[in-house]
């Protein structure tokens, strides 16, 4: 209750405000709220069990997405069935770990798994090489082999860090992603692109690496705060922009406060399109640069405030926003920035387009002398478009995005 308190006191508060109410729930949660979710999670476990989802992925490895509520409780069965490992090494950060840490631990011994856990501080920060380090050291002591996995609990960064790790630690072995963000459910645990940031740039120390499942269960979204459901509806979002025009309908009847009610809808329609983009080009040369729709200035723009002032999914949004404002009907800008608008996510940043544009060098999409960048000029299609690199410089520059 005093959960939901805080929680109700926040919309009042600035964001700058709100990352210290943010800390307080965090610490109320970590000394007293173990069993509460617990308990909750137990009960919708039973009362939800027979609507579960199962989405399969066909790539280079075939493998399913769980959704459902109550599902965290059960990981070591699901686990068991996709995997013949002794040990599990489970990845987190310290906001997730306190409060689903015990419950899939709980659940991984109980199926036999030999457990061991790492947890690292919460944060874009964390997705480094000197965090990957650590993991790797943590997995070499605890005797860890090619046999043995990994499970990824958390959002994102937890999703991507542990990925490469699974992908490059003896050159490679099984992962498991528990996806407790919305971003992470949505987007970031399914199609296997797993990465570090370097200070040059976003993800530029990446790989591709299926996991062998993803556990999706929607009861985490209960404790994620308000600031990062914004950010995963950055990306949910995209998703309307670039395949579903009528996800992108239903996103516009709905707000930041309301949207939890069609939650079971969306995030499953999500995984479906990136499963579907995913298996048409798993290894990113054409169709999948969709899925960059708002990225090649929002990753610009995370860096350009050194990944502290806006979370990923808000980057994006405003990168979304500001390409279509360079290059779409002002009624199609005005559509989009009126959805991203209601949910808290920013439609442009204080950045001169000038100042960002040098950092979109570093794009993966980048080849050669040319760049490639998304342009949806009609809700649910994209179009991937090249330019030199000079010229976008020159063009957005000049743009007064
Ligand atoms: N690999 C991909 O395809 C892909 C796709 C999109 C984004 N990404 C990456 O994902 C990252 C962003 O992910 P994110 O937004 O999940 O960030 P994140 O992992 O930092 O999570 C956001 C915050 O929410 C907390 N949190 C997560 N789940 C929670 C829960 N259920 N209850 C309470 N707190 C919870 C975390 O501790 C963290 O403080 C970025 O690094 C981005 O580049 C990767
Ligand atoms: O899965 C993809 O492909 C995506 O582009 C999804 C993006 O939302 C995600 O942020 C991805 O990590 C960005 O890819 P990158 O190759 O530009 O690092
Ligand atoms: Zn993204």
């Given at each position: 209750?005093?959960?939901?308190?805080?929680?109700?006191?926040?919309?009042?508060?600035?964001?700058?405000?709100?990352?210290?109410?943010?800390?307080?729930?965090?610490?109320?949660?970590?000394?007293?709220?173990?069993?509460?979710?617990?308990?909750?999670?137990?009960?919708?476990?039973?009362?939800?069990?027979?609507?579960?989802k199962t989405i399969t992925v066909h790539a280079s490895q075939t493998y399913p997405i769980w959704i459902g509520r109550g599902l965290l409780g059960q990981c070591g069965t699901y686990l068991k069935q996709q995997t013949k490992a002794q040990t599990a090494a489970v990845i987190t950060d310290d906001h997730v770990d306190c409060y689903y840490g015990d419950i899939v631990t709980k659940s991984l011994e109980e199926n036999g798994f030999r457990t061991i856990k790492f947890v690292f501080p919460h944060g874009e920060a964390s997705k480094c090489s000197k965090t990957l380090n650590q993991i790797y050291d943590f997995l070499c002591e605890n005797n860890i082999t090619r046999t043995d996995c990994l499970v990824a609990l958390g959002g994102g960064v937890v999703g991507d860090i542990t990925g490469f790790a699974a992908a490059t630690y003896l050159r490679g072995l099984d992962?498991?992603?528990?996806?407790?963000?919305?971003?992470?459910?949505?987007?970031?645990?399914?199609?296997?692109?797993t990465a570090i940031d370097l200070t040059g740039g976003k993800n530029l120390v990446g790989a591709f690496k299926q996991p062998v499942a993803v556990l999706c269960d929607?009861?985490?979204?209960?404790?994620l705060p308000k600031l990062f459901l914004a950010d995963g509806m950055g990306e949910v979002i995209k998703y309307g922009m670039i395949r579903d025009e009528k996800l992108f309908t239903l996103l516009e009847q709905h707000t930041l406060e309301t949207v939890s009610e069609v939650m079971d809808e969306i995030v499953p329609t999500c995984i479906d399109i990136k499963r579907d983009v995913v298996e048409h080009d798993e290894f990113d040369t054409g169709e999948r640069m969709i899925l960059n729709f708002g990225h090649t200035l929002g990753h610009a723009v995370e860096s350009y405030y050194h990944y502290e002032t806006y979370t990923h999914g808000s980057a994006v949004a405003a990168g979304m926003c500001m390409m279509t404002k360079a290059t779409c009907t002002p009624e199609l800008?005005?559509?989009?920035?009126?959805?991203?608008?209601?949910?808290?996510?920013?439609?442009e940043v204080d950045a001169p387009v000038a100042e960002l544009v040098p950092l979109c060098g570093n794009d993966k999409?980048?080849?050669s002398a040319s760049l490639r960048f998304i342009v949806c000029?009609?809700?649910?299609?994209?179009?991937?478009?090249?330019?030199?690199?000079?010229?976008?410089?020159?063009w957005m520059g000049g743009v007064d995005a």
């Open positions: 209750m005093v959960y939901n308190l805080l929680l109700k006191r926040k919309r009042i508060f600035s964001i700058i405000k709100y990352e210290n109410l943010f800390e307080d729930v965090y610490a109320f949660r970590a000394c007293h709220a173990s069993e509460h979710v617990r308990c909750r999670t137990g009960f919708r476990l039973q009362r939800e069990e027979n609507t579960m992962y498991l992603q528990i996806p407790t963000s919305l971003l992470a459910q949505v987007d970031s645990s399914v199609g296997g692109k929607l009861d985490t979204l209960h404790t800008y005005v559509r989009l920035c009126d959805c991203v608008k209601a949910y808290d996510l920013p439609t999409k980048r080849a000029e009609t809700i649910g299609k994209a179009e991937i478009r090249s330019m030199p690199f000079t010229e976008f410089a020159a």
